[in-house]
């Protein structure tokens, strides 16, 4: 399937954009009519139903974190608004996504139309997108609640035309393509993205959704699959077929990748080396079978003697079949991640184990795909992904199993008192032996996701305290499904229980072990963090407190099995910078790399990440073995994603890849990760020339003062330490910069610079 391209790509942004202005719009009117806002019912609703659904609807506004005064008894509505907005527009846009690919079902069991639906629409009093969009409901239970009070609303009839005019604005391609649901909630989030980051604000619960939402690029996501997955399977097929004819050393590359190549997939980006084997026993302590250093490395060189091996070696530690293989996204977004890797190991499955098509796509999606995310609507969009992906494989709608997608962001937004009643409530009769465990369940839960908003997959059910009794996730589920299917509950209660369940699930994903954990990190320097999310990060991850990025980097780790991997997209700086110098240290002594990508600015096709300076890399939880090696790859040099692509896959003479020991990289300058074994013998840069010049503002009468020009610091102003020819230490320290902690008017006007040169860059 074709990728979107830039027209396409504006074209959908700018309609999306907008249609969320006119959702919440017509959300925000239809809840205000209802008195949701309001102590008390508007005194002409004297519809039973109406009230009942006003009630509703306010008890799901505070389980999303809508405040009640308690002394006028109003409340608000902000959350409760964007929810309802996001449920209704992207209802209609999956409809659309649905038809368009000949998916859409009537509940009698055929396809309809938009048109058709139209029709359809007549005989029942709504008009088509209502319709369709029930039939995408019914069709999508673990995405679309069925007792959703945000869908249970109807928008006024200007809002819903308004929306209706925008969705049957975009051209049929953008729901053939292989990416547009993929740029859908980053170009939903974009406006909002904007307005946090020129609001100076800092980052907690409310704002990261909007802040760390970054499209994943395809070659990056393909990239890492190829060189992870992929890798493992080549090590397999390569040995299988050098035991079938001793004559590996004299095959050529072309040939390597046909044995490894699966049906109708082919490994583009997985890179190759020609190198002597390790023997056994070296490699990461375990034979991984990983290369040994050798001259001009890529696809077409290194002629000279050895076996040809992936160069981020084999995973040998992982299991033997890829139905035992577990990929975890924690960060997973609109699933870009799990539906590349739904793509491959499908055909795995189906060639290792003879199976069928639909069953391998059941048992993919129910043993081996998990993912994790903190905004719940993005892991609606990632499930409705999944979905998409498997009935377009098959050609038709087919029973899909429970999907392993849950929202590790939402909290209980309740007393801990409340919540212990879900199990008295549920109306399941409580052991008098356990019940202490139960209600010490429900308390580890609470606890667990009480800061859950704020940080998402950064939870670790293992940092709970151990002098409980609890009873364990799973012991607590009938409970909290009974708590969900009674007729007695009350609103709150309901609303609690869904919670609840939810929590359950991500918690249980939460406590698994994986064999990869692959993810685009988010991005977010200290300095941005609020203090829930500062405390956090440096209470459990030390040495990766300067940004959440880094982290996220031993989360993933900490969320490997014995043996398993992370596969990652983050910043670049992290590698080379002294601020992580323990953080590298610590990770290339008692951790396996297989990779490392150097991928540097312009990674991102999206404007949004303008600015970025990326890598991608692989390593495992496994300690290294004198003998290990990992592989490099410089692309930073070219500045359009498609070029860094075609480098990485190897298509252009200059795609060098080198294998170097894992070793001398702690004996760099600062542990420094750097593609050359000869860099701890080189001489510095410092010996060779001096820095003349140090930051640039590019508007210093604007951003520079003398310090006495300045009265009052606060968060505005920082010292300035200027170009100085002396050696004493005083001099150069005379000026200020206003800073404002990295997110004001000299970050906007960077930004806004680096967009300017961007615009240039694409008009030529």
Known sequence: MPVLDKDLRRQLE???????????????????????????????MVDVAQRALRNRLRAHARQLGDVRD?????????????????????????????????????????????????????????????????????????????????????????????????????????????????????????????????????????????????????????????????????????????????????????????????????????????????????????????????????????????????????????????????????????????????????????????????????????????????????????????????????????????????????????????????????????????????ENGLRNLHRLFSQAPTLGSLIDPSQLPADLIAADYETLQPYLAAALSTEHADDETHERAVAAAGMVTAADLLSGEYTLVITNVPYLGRGKQDDTLKTHVEKHYKEGKADIATAFVLRCLDLCAKDGSAALVTPQNWLFLTGYTKLRESLLTDRSWHIVARLGEHAFESIAAAGAFAAMLALSVTGPGTASMMAGIDVSAVNQPAEKAALLAGDLPSATIVVIPQADQCRNPDARVAFSSQSRASEQLSAAVECYQGIRTGDRDRFVFSFWEVTDFADVWEPLRNTTQSNNPADGISEVIRWEQGIGALHQYAAETREKLHDMHESG
């Open 70 to 438: 308690p002394h006028s008894g109003r409340q608000t509505i902000e959350r409760l608004r964007q929810e309802c907005a996001y449920e209704h527009w992207h209802r209609m846009l999956f409809a659309r996504f649905l038809a368009e690919n000949h998916l859409l079902i009537h509940p009698d069991g055929v396809p309809v139309s938009l048109a058709e639906c139209a029709e359809l629409a007549k005989a029942e009093g709504v008009d088509g997108w209502t319709l369709a969009g029930r039939f995408a409901s019914r069709m999508l239970p673990q995405i679309f609640r069925p007792d959703d009070p945000a869908l249970a609303i109807s928008l006024a009839r200007e809002h819903k035309v308004a929306l209706e005019k925008l969705l049957e604005s975009l051209p049929p391609a953008v729901f053939g393509s292989e990416d547009g649901l993929g740029w859908v909630y980053q170009f939903w989030q974009s406006k909002r993205k904007d307005e946090v980051n020129k609001s100076g604000k800092k980052i907690g619960a409310d704002e990261l959704p909007a802040v760390t939402q970054l499209f994943t690029e395809h070659y990056m996501v393909l990239f890492l699959l190829h060189n992870t997955i992929g890798a493992w399977h080549a090590g397999k097929r390569l040995s299988d077929a050098a035991t079938k004819r001793p004559s590996d050393e004299a095959r050529i590359e072309s040939e390597v990748r046909a044995l490894v190549n699966l049906p109708d997939y082919q490994f583009e980006y997985l890179r190759f080396v020609r190198s002597p084997s390790l023997s056994q026993g070296e490699g990461r302590g375990e034979g991984d079978g990983s290369p040994s250093p050798s001259q001009g490395e890529g696809r077409g060189e290194g002629k000279g003697m050895g076996e040809w091996r992936p160069a981020a070696g084999i995973f040998d530690g992982w299991p033997k079949r890829a139905a035992d293989l577990k990929v975890l996204d924690p960060c997973c977004g609109s699933g870009h991640f799990l539906v590349a890797s739904f793509d491959l190991l499908v055909r795995l499955r189906m060639a290792e184990e003879g199976l069928p098509l639909q069953e391998a796509i059941r048992a993919v999606l129910r043993d081996n795909l998990f993912g994790l995310e903190i905004d719940q609507r993005c892991c609606q969009i990632a499930a409705f992904n999944l979905a998409l992906a498997a009935w377009k494989w098959v050609g038709h709608v087919i029973d899909l199993p429970p999907l392993n997608i849950a929202c590790s962001g939402i909290g209980p937004q309740s007393p801990e008192q409340q919540w212990l009643k879900l199990a008295h409530q549920s109306g399941v009769p409580m052991p008098k032996v356990g019940r202490e465990a139960i």
């Open 14 to 44: 700018k309609v999306i954009v907008e249609a969320r202005d006119v959702a919440e719009a017509g959300a925000e009117a239809t809840l205000r009519a209802l008195a949701v806002d309001q102590k008390d019912p508007f005194p002409h």
